[in-house]
């Protein structure tokens, strides 16, 4: 005879198991929490690029209206893109949400950089760059989970939180130095494009780390020895 609810709990118990076999270890000084960080680190980093639309607008010749017009397209973008990476990351998994998200905003930024000519050209380049706040935002959050899974998202994310913030607070200060040491936007646009490409490698690392190395998992699906 078993006590009331003793199914319940062997079954709560083994649900708990798989949880925790779910994702890599969390190791902070591993290769791949490193290179997490890295990957956030470039990603936020990009973001704080438009804190200087408005300026760079006006560097461009453009008046302050189209600079405020600039910085709104590419919050529209912000917006938009989020419902989208998550709408992507449930039908394709995070990986392939993060890197439609990492195109388009490597699109709008060369797009800024080579300034075509012309308000809707620019518009659209906004637009385009305020993809990356997706990524900065949800696909973050999505892709620590992917990685280390529900158990140990926790703890991780606690530990990139800090970077996001420490980035957030050095990017806006670095293009605004890099501006003032050239005189344009070019080197701050043209290193945010090197950014992605980083965070592209980043990305691919960490998906090869999960798909083709499950020995490195947590759990350990050998056979017991009884």
Not at 132 to 156: C, N
Not at 209 to 222: G, I, L, Q
Request: charge should be negative; include cysteine.
């Amino acid at each position: 005879m078993a006590p009331y609810g003793a199914d319940e709990a062997a079954e709560d118990e083994r649900a708990r198991e798989g949880k925790q076999g779910l994702g890599l270890d969390l190791v902070y000084h591993s290769p791949t929490f490193a290179v997490l960080v890295v990957f956030v680190l470039s990603i936020v980093l990009v973001t704080t690029l438009s804190g200087h639309l408005a300026s760079l607008a006006q560097d461009y010749g453009y008046s302050a209206q189209v600079g405020a017009l600039l910085l709104s397209a590419s919050m529209v973008g912000n917006v938009l893109s989020k419902f989208a990476l998550g709408a992507i990351a449930d039908r394709l998994g995070a990986f392939r949400a993060i890197v439609c998200s990492l195109v388009t905003t490597a699109c709008g930024l060369v797009l800024i950089l080579l300034n075509l000519g012309g308000q809707i050209s620019l518009l659209a380049s906004g637009f385009l760059f305020g993809t990356s706040f997706s990524i900065g935002s949800l696909g973050i959050s999505l892709l620590t989970r992917h990685v280390y899974g529900d158990e140990q998202y926790s703890d991780a994310y606690a530990t990139v939180s800090l970077v996001t913030s420490f980035a957030s607070a050095l990017g806006v200060t670095a293009a605004g130095a890099a501006y003032d040491l050239t005189g344009s936007y070019a080197m701050p646009i043209a290193a945010s494009i090197a950014l992605v490409v980083v965070a592209a490698g980043c990305l691919a690392y960490l998906h090869w780390r999960v798909t083709t190395r499950p020995w490195e998992k947590k759990r350990d699906e050998s056979p017991r020895q009884m």
